[in-house]
Structure formats: C-alpha cells, structure tokens
C-alpha cells in the first residue's frame, strides 16, 4: 500500500529542518577540559555540548578589581608657615622683666612728689604741654632670617614702633619740622629744660612706657623712626640694637652722655652689643646702681 504524499507549507517545512553541522556541538560524552589544560588562553572549550569562553588562570596571590584597594602614599604635611631655624631669642626672662616691673612702680611711688613739682615748673615757665610724647622704634620681634620684612608691602623701621613719653625741655615744634638731634647749645631748650637735661630727669615719665611694656628700665636708648634708618645705612649691625627692649638707662649711657656724631652712635651700638651678650639679672642691677651717680654727678647731661 502506497502511502499519499503529503506537501507542508514552507513556513511548516523550515521549523523542521535540523541545525547545519557547522553549528551542532560534539556529542554528551565528550571529555572536559580542566583549567590546567595546555590549551592557549582564549580557546574554546567544549563542555556537555555547550561552548564556553575560557577565562585567564587565576594564579596564587592575584586579587580581583573588587578586591583590590590602593594604598594611598603619605602625602607630606604642608604647613602655610614655616618654622623658622632661627627664631629671636627670648632675652626677657621672667625674672629679668619682673625686676624691670618692680623697679619701675617703686620709682613711680617714690618720684611721684618730684614728678609734680617738675611739672608745675614745666607749665609756668613756658607754654606749651607738660608731656612731650614722640613715636620710636621699639622691640623687633621678628625672626631673625625675616628680619628685612617685605619692603614691598611695607617700610622697614626696624622694629614696632611705640609713643615714648618725656618732659619737654623744648619749646614746641611744628608738625613739619625736621627731626633732629639736640646740640648742646641748643636754642629750643628752655631754661627748666635745661636742669631736667643736666640731671637726667627729664627721663622720669618713662617709668609708665617700662609698666606699659614698651621699654625696660635697662636697654639700648630707642631711637626715631627717620633717624634710625639713617644710622641702620650708616652704622653696621645698628638694627642688632633692636632684638631687646629699649631702656631708660644702659650700660652706653652709663659710659657715655648724649650722641651729637654719627661717631658718638657707633661707639654707643658698640656698648649696646656688649650689654646684649652678657645681659642678666645681676648686669641690670649693676647698670642701675651706676646711673644714680651719672644723675647726680651730671656726668654726660647738657
């Protein structure tokens, strides 16, 4: 019995037809490849009938991507300002600036009466104020390596400036004048000036810049502003004078009276250096004990 031959549709007969060999994976039973295969990285390898990418070895001590996680270097701490090697060296030791303090409010207590009279003597014989205040140059606090500042910015006066207080033997100045050193025969001088200039007294008020902390009652003589950059050009290691208070009295004006030459300077910064290296506790109360007599024996005043 022949059997009728039966035509499908197209669509029907395509849906029937078996894969192509090119695409057909080898049989079940086909042996598996291990990672320790001798095959090249990057085969295929085939696996119950199943084609799969090999991966790279994975070898002993390697880490994945989630794994890993870097060590971040030590990165150097960076510092807006740096220490400085050289650093002003710290003269006022307690004891040294205590003694100063005393020493000043005992002076004010026991010339307070004498402070008065120079006062009236002041007021009636001549117009004008009793205080004579004027700007100088005090203690530089920077540190030595920076000790030229940024004249950029600023001008160097060589140290913080400060009001310094006095009796005036003068006659007032303008605002405009010149400053000057004083001569001996000085024709602004005023007669009580004159004494106050003799005997040192004039000095007195600067008890309050020694209470204030401007001055020390030993120390290198502070100086103006426009006369210090002047002497600073001319005299050298004059701004060494700066690395410690200024005083009332000092071991230059103990050995010498007021400047009126540039010579009369330099011999005194030469003083001034020499109290700096062995200052102490004990040199100031020598220097203190020796200005008595340069006050009462007139010794340098005009």
Do not use: C
């Not at 971040?72 to 205590?98: H, I, S, Y």
């Not at 290296?277 to 007139?298: C, G, Y």
């Amino acid at each position: 019995m022949t059997l009728p031959r039966v035509t499908l549709p197209r669509v029907v007969a395509r849906g029937l037809q078996t894969t192509p060999f090119r695409h057909v994976a080898p049989a079940p039973h086909a042996t598996p490849q291990t990672e320790t295969s001798s095959e090249p990285v990057g085969s295929v390898t085939q696996v119950s009938g199943r084609a799969r990418a090999r991966t790279l070895p994975r070898a002993p001590g390697m880490t994945t991507l989630t794994d890993y996680q870097a060590a971040r270097p030590a990165r150097p701490k960076l510092a807006l300002v740096q220490a400085l090697a050289f650093r002003p060296r710290d003269r006022e030791r307690t004891g040294r600036r205590l003694l100063n303090f005393v020493v000043a409010a005992v002076g004010l207590v026991l010339t307070f009466p004498l402070m008065l009279l120079i006062a009236a003597l002041i007021k009636l014989t001549s117009r004008g104020p009793v205080w004579f205040a004027q700007t100088r140059v005090g203690l530089d606090r920077r540190a030595l390596s920076n000790a030229g500042g940024n004249t950029r910015r600023h001008t160097d006066q060589g140290g913080q400036p400060f009001t310094m207080y006095k009796f005036r033997t003068m006659r007032p100045a303008g605002a405009r004048d010149p400053q000057t050193w004083a001569a001996p025969d000085d024709e602004r001088v005023t007669p009580v000036g004159r004494v106050l200039r003799k005997l040192r007294l004039d000095e007195l008020p600067q008890l309050f810049n020694v209470l204030m902390g401007d001055m020390n009652v030993v120390g290198p003589r502070p100086e103006q502003p426009t006369i210090f950059v002047y002497l600073r050009e001319q005299i050298e290691g004059y701004q060494r004078r700066q690395r410690v208070r200024p005083g009332i009295t000092g071991w230059a004006q103990v050995n010498q009276g007021y400047d009126t030459t540039v010579g009369d300077v330099r011999r005194k910064v030469g003083y001034d250096l020499e109290y700096i290296r062995r200052q102490s506790v004990f040199e100031d109360l020598r220097i203190m004990l020796r200005t008595a007599p340069v006050m009462l024996l007139r010794r340098g005043g005009w």
